[in-house]
C-alpha cells in the first residue's frame, strides 16, 4: 500500500517549483528537485503579485501554467526515485500565492484539480482558505511542521522565503509569525537595477553601506510594530513601498545593503536570547545575509535545519506533503495560536483520484 506524499511549494521569491517525496513519518525525504519557471512565466508572476492587475483570462492561463509546472515537478520526482503514481498516497500543493492579506483572503494558483488529472494523483490543495474563514492569518502554516522536526526540542526555526517567518518552539507550546521582507526587496531592487535574479551570495550587497535614515524610516513601518498573529507577503513589501521611504540620492547598492539590514534587524528582534536558531529557505545562500544574521544574535546558535534531518531549500514542500498526509486522516493544521484561527481546522480541498 502506498505510503508516500509528494509536496510541492513555489514561495513568494517565484523563481520556481520546489517539490519532494517523503515517507508517511514526513520527517524522511525520500528524493528531492528544483523545477525553475521559464522567464516567461516569471514575468507574468511579477506583474501578478506586485501590481495585482490583470483580465481574468490571463489568471487563468497563468493558473494553468503553474499547474502544469507543478505537475512536471512530479514527473521529475517520480523518475529520480524510480516511483510510478501508484507508490504516491498523495500530493500537498501550496501552490503559487499571488495575493495574500491576513485575516482576509489568500489566493494561491496552479489548482489541484489540474495537477491530480495529469498525474493521476490524489491531490490536496488550497491549505490557507480554511483558516482565514476561521478568522485565521492563514499564515504562516509551517511552524506545526516545525515543531514535528524539532521532535519535542526547544529552539527557534526561521524560513528565509521572499518573506520571513519566524517559529518559536518551548516547552511544548508553539508561536510563529511573518516578520517581513526577507529576500523579496533584495530580489526585486537587483532585478530592477541590474537585471539579475538574485544579489547571489550577497556580493552586491556587500559593495554598499548601510544607509541609517533608510533603516529607521522602514523600521517605523506599522507591521513590525503589531503583535502576532500576523502575516504579510510581497503585495505589501514590494517596490512601491520601498520608494515611500527613498529620496533618490541614495547610491543603488547602499539601498541593496540596507535591504539586507531591514531583513537582519525585523528577524533577529523576534529571537529569544540564547536561542537554538534553525535556518531555512532560499534566503541561507545569502552569505552576507547569513553572516548578518550570526553576528547580530552572538548569544544564540545560528544552524541550519540540515541538523535537523530536511535540508533548507525543502522544508516548506516537505510541510505541505505532511499537511496533505494529515488532511486525508482528518487531522488539522493549523495552530490556533500562530494563526489566530478560532479552532483547529482541517485544511485543504481534495481533488480525489
Known amino acids: 500500500m502506498a505510503n508516500n506524499y509528494i509536496g510541492l511549494i ?16 514526513g520527517k524522511k525525504i525520500l528524493t528531492q528537485a528544483y523545477l525553475p519557471y521559464s522567464d516567461k512565466l516569471k514575468q507574468s508572476l511579477l506583474e501578478l503579485t506586485q501590481n495585482s492587475k490583470t483580465s481574468l483570462e490571463n489568471l487563468a492561463n497563468v493558473d494553468i501554467q503553474v499547474a502544469s509546472c507543478f505537475a512536471d515537478t512530479v514527473y521529475l520526482l517520480l ?44 491531490t490536496v490543495a488550497d491549505f490557507r482558505m480554511q483558516d482565514v474563514a476561521a478568522d485565521g492569518q492563514g499564515a504562516p502554516l509551517t511552524p506545526l511542521y516545525h515543531q514535528h522536526m524539532l521532535n519535542g526540542k526547544d529552539g527557534v526555526i526561521i524560513n528565509l522565503g521572499g518573506i520571513a517567518n519566524i517559529t518559536h518552539s518551548f516547552n511544548g507550546k508553539i508561536i510563529g509569525f511573518d516578520t517581513g521582507p526577507a529576500n523579496t526587496l533584495l530580489d526585486n531592487w537587483i532585478k530592477k537595477h541590474k537585471g539579475l535574479d538574485y544579489d547571489r551570495d550577497g556580493i552586491w550587497s556587500r559593495s554598499g553601506v548601510v544607509i541609517q535614515a533608510l533603516l529607521n524610516s522602514m523600521l517605523t513601518d506599522d507591521y513590525f510594530h503589531h503583535n502576532h498573529p500576523k502575516s504579510t507577503g510581497p503585495e505589501y513589501f514590494n517596490l512601491d513601498w520601498l520608494s515611500q521611504h527613498l529620496n533618490d540620492t541614495e547610491r543603488l547598492e547602499d539601498v541593496q545593503r540596507t535591504l539586507i539590514e531591514l531583513t537582519v534587524m525585523s528577524v533577529s528582534a523576534n529571537i529569544p536570547l540564547g536561542a537554538d536558531v534553525y535556518l531555512c529557505g532560499g534566503g541561507v545562500h545569502n552569505l552576507f545575509l547569513f553572516e548578518r544574521l550570526v553576528y547580530q544574535n552572538p548569544d544564540s546558535k545560528v544552524t541550519l535545519t540540515n541538523d535537523l534531518g530536511v535540508f533548507v531549500d525543502y522544508v516548506e514542500a516537505a510541510a505541505f506533503g505532511f499537511f496533505a498526509q494529515r488532511t486525508l486522516a482528518g487531522l488539522p493544521s493549523n495552530l490556533p495560536s500562530v494563526t489566530g484561527a478560532k479552532s483547529e481546522r482541517v485544511l485543504g480541498a481534495i481533488y480525489q483520484i
Not at 516511483?83 to 495575493?99: E, R
Request: net charge positive.
Open 10 to 25: 513555489s514561495g513568494t521569491s517565484l523563481d520556481g517549483v520546489d517539490g519532494v517525496i517523503i515517507n508517511g513519518a
Open 79 to 122: 523518475q529520480q526515485a524510480g516511483l510510478k503514481a501508484k507508490n504516491i498516497k498523495a500530493i500537498g500543493s501550496h501552490g503559487q500565492s499571488i495575493f495574500h492579506q491576513g485575516g482576509k483572503y489568500s489566493m494561491q494558483i496552479g489548482h489541484g484539480a489540474l495537477i491530480a488529472e495529469q498525474t493521476n494523483i490524489t
